[in-house]
């Protein structure tokens, strides 16, 4: 059996963790399984659990940490001790033969606090173990070898001014990587180096805190605090590190507004209109933001009613302005005050108010030269219609405090494109120039200019509405013509139609007109008069007698205006048949001749005959048109009618020896030419020639050419150009045969000239007889 393994701690001396561990023997037994029960030791009085080795240490040779040792090992050099687990090996070695442990690099804690390792003895020669291997730890002493450090630092913080003593700022936070379990490496102290006597830190919490009290913004904005953290405690020996506080002092509304002047003298002209910047007043605040935003307003009425006073976009200045238009005339200064007022105030600072200042302002208007100026801004004119021209309509009257001329006055003439009106460049008044009707136009819109005497650039207009009023001068008339009928099978007494009147006059809609009709026994209609500006058109009691011309009703209207007025006016009423439902039927004079119209039968009898005579018009046409496109068709198909295009060009000279010309010719046919010079082409002729008659019977082609050319040329309708003319007529016979170049001969050998010259043929053959008249020069 195996002994207890024995500890040794090189470093301090002393025995490990005491205790007894049975379990590992009980098992150590069973596995040896021998014979009989299992033997527990219980001799083992210690058991080593774990190791220390200081860290950062850092010898010539590996340190001695502990050492093993077994009972069985009795020193005869059997027993051999292993080791394995972290860092066996590399960082721990073990001797085989004495079981002692070193150490052979220095450690840091920070970067491993513990080893965990797994020790055995065995027999040197079979290597079976002699005791069950057992696990033990082997832990880095920490030494304080780390200062601390901010992690998050430098840092940045904002705190209102005039805060009071006390006033938390900001936490700093500061760590060590030493040990926080053992000694006092990890234990820290924050002081304050830089920042007294402003701020203060807290030793243990590192809370920053105001420790004076107004502390002003407008003074000192921003501080710069340095704070340290000190382990072991904050004794001497320890480690440090700091950081900075960048603390800034956020603005209260602690500062009133101040003028920085008490008087400020502003001047104005007085043609200034309102909305006009007069001056800028600023009042100082030094406070920011929303802090520093001011408003302004005037305290005395004297100044109020002229002026206005406002902010502008950054709510710092103060803008006076013209309110109302003034006259240097009238007034030629304003003293007023202006008192500017924080909009935002802190009731906690009300001790440092008030917040609010006052300044004279003084405001002087200056002349400048000004238009006349009319006593009123607009005028309102009327005058009756129908008045002599001259008639007084009214007039206008402006002044001028610059000049004690009198103003000139004029009417623009865009305002009164038809001169109906006059003004009196003196004195302004208005007068006619034409009689107005109001029934033409109601209103005139004049715009009347008055220009200094001394300077035509002084001008004002005005506006001027004249109204025409209204005279009775216009006789009622229908409202429209009326053209309307009857049945001739109406009952006596029935309404036939309402005619209304109208009266162009101002009153024409609301005033009385009355209509009167035709009286007497013999009359054929009755007019009533409504009393409302209408009639009704009745028939008599004693129906009218039948005729097929329409009746005609006069009709006298007349106003009751002063004077009254009057006309007349007719009415047209046809009697028309009309069917059982009151629809007319016709209106005329045959329609009342016939008993009976046609029937239904009838009109579809006549309606299907005209169908019918269509069609076969129509079929007639196409058949035609379809025989005259197969005539078509064969003419073409004569090769006398063709035209035949080669596409080959032509070699100049050699197109003279291309085909013979003489067989186109034939003297026997052609006429003699006309005596007299031959007629212009370019021109009409001053008299149109008699037409030749066509010969019964040409004897050859060239005759019949000659003579539609003679006729061409001498007939006037015709334009003085070529034209293509088609003739029905070959001739009797011709020798020329074909006209084609592929089966002609060269001149030279071949068929002789022509019988006669090429030039009698006209003009029209003059460039022919020029190719194939002249005869090619001897070869050299």
Known sequence: MWGLVRLLLAWLGGWGCMGRLAAPARAWAGSRGGPGPA?????????????????????????????????????????????????????????????????????????KAQYVLLAQAVDRASNRPLEPPSEFIIKVQDINDNPPIFPLGPYHATVPEMSNVGTSVI????????????????????????????????????????????????????????????????????????????????????????????????SVVETAGPGTLVGRLQAQDPDLGDNALMAYSILDGEGSEAFSIGTDSRGRDGLLTVRKPLDFETRRSYSFRVEATNTLIDPAYLRRGPFKDVASVRVAVQDAPEPPAFSQAAYHLSVPENKAPGTLVGQVSASDLDSPASPIYSILPHSDPERCFSIEPEDGTIRTAVPLDREARVWHNLTVLATELDSSAQASRVQVAIQTLDENDNAPQLA??????????????????????????????????????????????TIRDNRDGSASLLLPSRAAPPRQAPYLVPIELWDWGQPALSSTATVTVSVCRCRPDGSVASCRPEAQLSPTGLSTGALLAIITCVGTLLALAVLFVALRRQKQEALMVLEEEDVRENIITYDDEGGGEEDTEAFDISALQNPDGAAPPAPGPAARRDVLPWARAPRQPRPPGPADVAQLLALRLREADDDPSVPPYDSVQVYGYEGRGSSCGSLSSLGSGSEIGGAPGPAEPLDDWGPLFRTLAELYGAKEPPAP
């Open 171 to 266: 936490q700093v936070t500061a760590h060590d990587a030493d040990d926080p379990s053992y000694g006092n490496s990890a234990k820290l102290v924050y002081t304050v180096l830089d920042g007294l006597p402003f701020f203060s830190v807290d030793p243990q919490t590192g809370v920053v805190r105001t420790a004076v009290p107004n502390m002003d913004r407008e003074t000192q904005e921003e501080f710069l605090v340095v704070i340290q953290a000190k382990d072991m405690g904050g004794h001497v020996g320890g480690l440090s590190g700091s950081t900075t506080v960048t603390v800034t002092l956020s603005d209260v509304n602690d500062n009133p507004p101040k003028f920085p002047q008490s008087l400020y003298q502003f």
């Open 480 to 525: 429209e013509p009326y053209d309307t009928f009857v049945c001739d099978s109406a009952a006596p007494g029935q309404l036939i139609q309402v005619i209304r009147a109208l009266d162009r006059d101002e009153v024409g809609n609301s005033s009385r007109v009355s209509l009167q009709g035709p009286l007497g026994p013999d009359a054929n209609f």
């Open 39 to 111: 033997l527990l030791r219980t001799r083992r009085s210690w058991v080593w659990n774990q190791f220390f080795v200081i860290e950062e240490y850092a010898g010539p040779e590996p340190v001695l940490i502990g050492k093993l040792h077994s009972d069985v090992d009795r020193g005869e050099g059997r027993t051999k001790y292993l080791l394995t687990g972290e860092g066996a090996g590399t960082v721990f070695v073990i001797d085989e033969a004495t079981g002692n442990i070193h150490v052979t690099k220095s450690l840091d804690r920070e970067e």
